[in-house]
Nanobody, 121 residues
């Protein structure tokens, strides 16, 4: 059984920072990309940032210059450093990973349970 567990969400004032972490656990053979998505009330889930096993990153336009995604391949973890947070960043943030359980297994799109980030004064 594979699980993605997020941590680090909370309440922060505008202009503040938060760091989200996500750890993948279980019998994992390999992980391709890992990343973060978010969903605000009444809106669709959207990409925030992703990172491949080689360290190639992709950011949403709203995240560029403020957020940094990083990854530890040895520990199967991914983090999102968020700076200069604004009220429009308020959302539930979800960790995502494309992983395999074995060399012949197909890629599995796996999600964490989500962590709330609220930016408010």
């Amino acid at each position: 059984q594979v699980e993605l567990v997020e941590s680090g969400g909370g309440l922060v004032q505008p202009g503040g920072s938060l760091r989200l972490s996500c750890a993948a656990s279980g019998s994992i053979f390999s992980i391709a990309h890992m990343g973060w998505y978010r969903q605000a009330p009444g809106k669709q889930r959207e990409l925030v940032a992703t990172i491949t096993s080689a360290g190639n990153t992709k950011y949403a336009a709203s995240a560029k210059g403020r957020f940094t995604v990083s990854r530890d391949n040895a520990k199967n973890t991914v983090a999102l450093q968020m700076n200069a947070l604004q009220p429009e960043d308020t959302a539930v943030y979800y960790c995502n990973a494309a992983l395999r359980l074995g060399p012949r297994d197909g890629w599995r799109d796996t999600w964490g349970q989500g962590t709330q980030v609220t930016v408010s004064s």
